[in-house]
């Protein structure tokens, strides 16, 4: 490795190449100019949200279609704390993104001197949402402080990372010696777990597999497990799609209906994947699985989490599930009937709940091809309607911010989706409440030239809120938004926008704009009688 002067904006900008860093997403500012400076010569693809929320919600969606981590760059103070709530999203959903701000200069006493975008303790702030954070006090010290990064990404759960360089720091120069990125071994429980585990599956006549955001890397594995021993397979949202909706064996998506606890009741055997079987995909309470519960995590934290397993499996949701599979062997079993009959309750479930999405959502399906990917916001149409009505069929397929349920994650998110995946179809859904966060995206996707339809679905406001207060027989307050003309507010930032006269139209509306030049704003407006 060459040793070589270097100031501290080129310094982090090589290191981030040497890690495979294609794309950044960020916004430049006074603070952060000199990385600017390096990343205008670095052959690094910057995209540009236009605001830092959006930057590091497209990062986020750009790592989990990508699967490899995504990096957000801003500046100092309001910046950062912009991008805070993706950064605290990327970690409850265990998406590995890199946030990147400077931070006052060195020896600055941090006391509230009125510094430009000073923050009284910006470091804690940023420290107390992610898995990782690291404050470097030397140049020489950056593309260390970049790998570790990088490690602590990429090594057991994923988690969001922060780096911070000093300001001053960025136009120093020094001798910088390159640190390569850290090889990290695959995990794997040991063969006696493993044994144990085979058994317990071996005996079971009625198993069944949970999937969650985990095994979206496991995609072949799981598959050929579930096969092996005939098991159906249903996922959690982070999971949907890991397993084609379309195979005899999967059951969709959606933890939350009635019927799933009467379905882990009547399996004689559970094998959760990859998913902390949190309540935010298990509405209807705990699942009671106890004394039949296998467990499959790369975090030893979090492989009890919720539910304490009969056997727990710490380590690679691949690896795990190809040795179980080869230790197990062939039931026999008569899972794609179980699965056929399981089936047809979850539908029961799935469209009564989402009776008014329905024929959006099968309007949808008929225009989206077997790779399509859905970015999803957290909006009625969203969580009621596509995750347990709309199928999809591969991993990595459906963005959705569960755990921290943000609203005006899907838009950006789909940004960051396009952009790493451009050959596949990226459609985005949100709210008419949900988008307004971070409606501003709209210029950014048509900057960068995307053809993404964005349908809009218009309940008149933040419908789920109202819909609380009135079960709750409390007033009805601050809820109703009134209607906005969105088709002229995306033609204004540069988009395609149209207006449907039902949802049925939907499918050829997003059709049409899976073709275009840019972006597509497509508003539907929920009927009064639904």
Not at 335 to 356: C, I, S, T, Y
Request: contains cysteine; negative net charge; aromatic residues 4%.
């Amino acid at each position: 490795m060459t040793v070589e002067k270097q100031t501290g904006g080129r310094a982090l900008v090589t290191a981030l190449s040497a890690h495979g860093v294609e794309v950044v997403f960020g916004i430049p500012g006074t603070h952060n100019l000199p990385i600017y400076a390096a990343l205008a010569e670095s052959g690094i693809t910057h995209i540009s949200p236009r605001h830092e929320q959006g930057a590091g919600y497209a990062a986020d969606g750009y790592a989990r279609v990508s699967g490899r981590p995504g990096v957000c760059i801003t500046t100092t103070g309001p910046a950062i704390l912009n991008a805070a709530a993706a950064a605290a999203q990327a970690y409850s959903d265990s998406v590995p993104v890199l946030f990147i701000a400077p931070g006052l200069p060195l020896g600055h006493p941090s006391n509230g001197n009125g510094y430009l975008h000073e923050v009284k303790n910006q470091f804690g702030a940023m420290d107390s949402i992610v898995g990782h954070s690291q404050r470097v006090t030397s140049v020489e010290e950056i593309p260390l402080a970049v790998a570790q990064c990088f490690a602590a990404m990429t090594t057991g759960r994923p988690r969001p990372a922060y780096l911070e360089v000093p300001l001053d720091l960025l136009d120093a120069c020094a001798d910088v010696q390159p640190v390569p990125p850290v090889q990290v071994p695959v995990m794997v429980p040991s063969p006696d777990q493993v044994r144990a585990a085979a058994e317990l599956i071996a005996a079971a006549s009625r198993p069944l597999l949970i999937a969650g955001g985990g095994s979206c890397s496991a995609a072949g594995q799981l598959r050929d497990f579930a096969e092996t021993i005939g098991a159906p397979v249903i996922t959690t949202a982070n999971g949907k799609g890991v397993l084609s909706e379309e195979h005899p064996l999967s059951l969709g998506a959606g933890l939350h209906h009635p019927t799933v606890a009467d379905l882990v009741a009547d399996a004689d055997l559970v094998i959760a994947v990859g998913t902390e079987l949190a309540p935010s995909d298990l509405w209807i309470g705990p699942l009671r699985a106890e004394g039949r519960l296998i467990r499959i995590d790369i975090d030893p934290t979090s492989v009890s989490t919720n539910a304490v397993a009969t056997i727990a499996l710490v380590g690679d949701s691949g690896a795990t599930l190809a040795a179980l599979q080869n230790s197990a062997g062939s039931s026999g079993g008569s899972g794609v009937e179980r699965a056929a009959d399981w089936r047809k309750r979850l539908r029961v479930d799935a469209e009564h709940e989402g009776a008014r999405y329905v024929s959006l959502c099968a309007s949808l399906d008929k225009s989206l091809d077997e790779g399509a990917i859905l970015s999803a916001d957290s909006a009625m149409a969203c969580y009621y309607g596509a995750l347990s009505n709309l199928p999809l069929h591969q991993p990595r397929s459906f963005l959705y911010p569960t755990g921290l349920g943000t609203l005006g994650y899907g838009l950006p998110a789909a940004i960051g989706a396009k952009v790493a995946a451009p050959d596949r179809q990226v459609v985005a859904m949100l709210g008419d409440g949900g988008v307004m966060f971070t409606v501003a995206e709209l210029a950014a996707a048509a900057e960068a030239g995307l053809a993404i339809p964005v349908i809009i679905v218009d309940n008149g406001g933040y419908g789920e809120i109202r819909n609380e207060m009135v079960d709750r027989g409390e007033a009805v307050h601050a809820v109703e938004l009134g209607s906005l003309d969105f088709p002229a507010l995306a033609r204004s930032l540069g988009c395609h926008g149209v207006a449907l006269s039902s949802a049925d139209e939907v499918g050829d509306a997003v059709r049409w704009a899976l073709d275009a030049d840019r972006p597509t704003l497509i508003h539907v407006r929920e009927s009064e009688d639904e």
